[in-house]
């Protein structure tokens, strides 16, 4: 709304070329390795499996695979300009804060819309595969951000400035630097909002992002408290010591 | 910093997506 305090256009560019750059190189699976017709679909013996794990056994191995998922987000957050500048306080906090709303974001590029299912464990699956976890509170709404952000058909650029800017948010509790990681994140909006006007969307494409960032966040509450209850409280303080890895108790621990 | 110790090493190495 102001263009006199608007970053140059080059700058913007820049920033832009770099946060896509830096997406593609750190998507963990490419757009065409993700294709449903690769992949099986959970069949029903697998699903078997899965709901005749222990929901230790379920934790862990969702605890395994969103932690390679969230180690490919740290990855993506070092490589864009302006992260590395900050305090090592800040890059933390932004970390543990919205690592896992990127990985929700990401996941929008392995789901299919057809079947209501997502890539997980080298096969697409439904949300039943998840029974075993013991909270479907949570994961019909991970599938149901899944499905709203799939249905915007978003490209992989926009993903990635879309994955950035909520990365960045700069209403984290504790953040000690918050001006400087709000103007970064306000020229990242602005190369959003660029990018999707270049690629001629519909308006309403903006706040239906900023619907769904929302719904992140919220998302995210409600997963920490569920860890909180399930998992990290004392009901399996033996496997969660023993068998967790250590970057996800330190991303969920407290 | 100790408590962190894994995200700081994550954040100070220059690695790469492959050594993930």
Not at chain 1, 207 to 224: A, E
Request: charged share 25%.
């Amino acid at each position: 709304s102001n263009r006199d305090s608007s970053p140059p256009d080059n700058d913007l560019e820049h920033l832009s070329e770099n946060i896509c750059k830096s997406h593609m190189e750190t998507c963990q699976y490419l757009r065409e390795e993700l294709q449903p017709s690769n992949w099986q679909t959970v069949l029903q013996t697998d699903l078997d499996t899965y709901q005749k794990k222990s929901q230790e056994d379920m934790w862990q191995l969702c605890a395994v695979k969103v932690t390679e998922a969230v180690q490919y987000v740290v990855e993506f957050a070092k490589r864009i300009d302006g992260f590395m500048e900050l305090c090592q306080n800040d890059q933390i906090v932004l970390l543990k804060a919205g690592s896992l709303e990127v990985v929700f974001v990401r996941m929008c590029r392995a789901y299919n819309s057809q079947n209501n299912t997502v890539f997980f464990d080298s096969k697409y699956a439904g949300s039943e595969v998840f029974k075993a976890l013991g909270c479907d509170d949570l994961i019909s709404p991970v599938f149901e951000f899944a499905k709203s952000l799939t249905s915007l058909q978003l490209s992989e650029d926009e993903i990635g400035l879309f994955s950035a800017y909520v990365l960045m948010s700069a209403d984290r509790s504790w953040l000690q630097e918050k001006t400087r990681v709000e103007k970064l994140q306000q020229k990242i909006k602005i190369a959003l909002q660029n990018l999707l006007q270049k690629n001629q969307r519909d308006e309403g494409i903006l706040f239906h992002l900023w619907i769904l960032v929302i719904f992140t966040h919220l998302i995210t509450v409600s997963q920490v408290k569920i860890l909180l209850r399930t998992v990290l409280s004392a009901l399996y303080p033996e496997t969660v010591h023993t068998r967790f890895p250590p970057l996800y108790k330190e991303l969920f621990g407290s | 910093k100790e408590k962190h110790k894994i995200l700081h090493r994550l954040l100070q190495n220059s690695s790469s997506p492959v050594d993930l």
